[in-house]
């Protein structure tokens, strides 16, 4: 009798937290490494919400909770979607759990049956696949090209759809290419739906915020009210309050789903960390004007990166609507040989012999289901980015 499980050997670790332990590790050694790998804002958190948490503990706000949120929580979370996105909840319709990637794995283990399937855009969010198969399911993937921005198109979505289809995931802006939605693109993916009244919309909107030029975010139960009793719109304050280490994601939907979202995580980790759901009420309920000085920062951060991966014979990094990744094609470097010798066959490869021999670490794209490409996170200082992509330059200059 094996002693690992079945169900963990369909499973992979994330490769993203695998790229930035890497770095670590080769920094740790005393190396000059950059990481790019990670998936969080460089900004600390901002100090109300700091203070926010501070005095939950000083006034005793240490116990146990409602295991998905207080009230105080789900009531900020109605308000920030009737504020941001012109919907409807009540607190019975309102999930919290500990960060958005919670939300989506509760969601998954409380719907799940095995043969059924959950289309997932590729390039996807590492965790999207390997969280369908943790959960019995099985994933089926729809490729959005560079050519179209990494987007999918209806008449895709629509190939795509069985019988056994439960979920479509949706992400926009996306992790890992930053590829923003307009509501009329997001309108004819709807309309595919509309004409399939058995899939359900998990729709991701946790880089919401993050959007740049003059992008206008759109969520399907927005753009299509006829989708809102079969839509999970799932969200978070990792990213636009600089939280990640708090670990608070939230979502709503139908209350039928809410309450079996909420078996699964009364069995697993109860409920979120009370004093990170008491910063999370001042994060969605006080002032939210560092969101826009943070997001003109990242546009800057964009701007430099994408002039200077373009200046690249070989690649092609399309501009992205938001989130604060890039995801450049390299196409046009497959089969050269870096100065150190290694042949670039493929993705994995390029991002290997980059971080040995210049000491940059990427996240290949086949981590992310669309080669040969590759993504960073430009969630770091303005010099260590013109560096990074300085030794890219260098790096892909002598390709042979
Ligand atoms: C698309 C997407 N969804 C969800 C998450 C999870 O966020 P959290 O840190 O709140 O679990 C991430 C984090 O990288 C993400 O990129």
Known sequence: MPFLSDTLARVKPSPTIAVSNLAAELKAKGQDVIGLGAGEPDF?????????????????????????????????????????????????????????????????????????????????????????LLAGGTPVFVEGPSQNAYKITPADLEAAITPK????????????????????????????????????????????????????????????????????????????????????????GPVALIKAMSKVQSQSTSNPCTI??????????????????????????????????????????PVPEGAFYVYPAITGLIGKTSAGGTLIDNDETFAKALLEE????????GAFGLSPCFRISYATADETLREACTRIQDFCAALT
């Open 44 to 132: 600390d958190t901002p100090q109300n919400i700091k203070d926010a948490a501070i005095a939950a503990i000083v006034a005793g706000k240490t116990k146990y909770t409602a295991v998905d949120g207080i009230p105080e929580l789900k009531a900020a979370i109605c308000a920030k979607f009737k504020r941001d996105n012109g919907l409807t909840y009540t607190p019975a319709q309102v999930s919290v759990a500990s960060g958005g990637k919670q939300i989506l794995y509760n969601a998954l283990m409380a719907t799940m049956n095995p043969g059924e399937e959950v289309i997932i855009p590729a390039p996807y969010w590492v965790s999207y696949p390997d969280m369908v």
């Open 358 to 365: 210049k000491g940059v670490a990427v996240v290949f794209g």
């Open 165 to 252: 289809t439960k979920w479509f995931i949706f992400n926009s802006p996306s992790n890992p290419t930053g590829a923003g939605y307009t509501a009329d693109e997001l309108k004819g993916l709807t309309d595919v739906l509309m004409r399939h009244p058995h899939v359900w919309v998990m729709t991701d909107d946790m880089y919401e915020h993050l959007a740049y030029d003059d992008f206008k975010f759109a969520t399907p139960a927005q753009v299509e009210p006829g989708l809102y009793d079969r839509t999970l719109t799932c969200n978070g304050v990792s990213k636009a309050h600089a939280m990640t280490g708090w670990r608070i994601g939230y979502a709503a």
């Open 276 to 317: 990170s759901q008491w910063a999370a009420v001042e994060a969605l309920n006080g002032p939210q004007d560092y969101i826009a000085s943070n997001n003109a920062i990242f546009k800057r951060r964009r701007d430099l990166v994408v002039s200077m991966l373009n200046a690249i014979p070989g690649m092609t990094c």
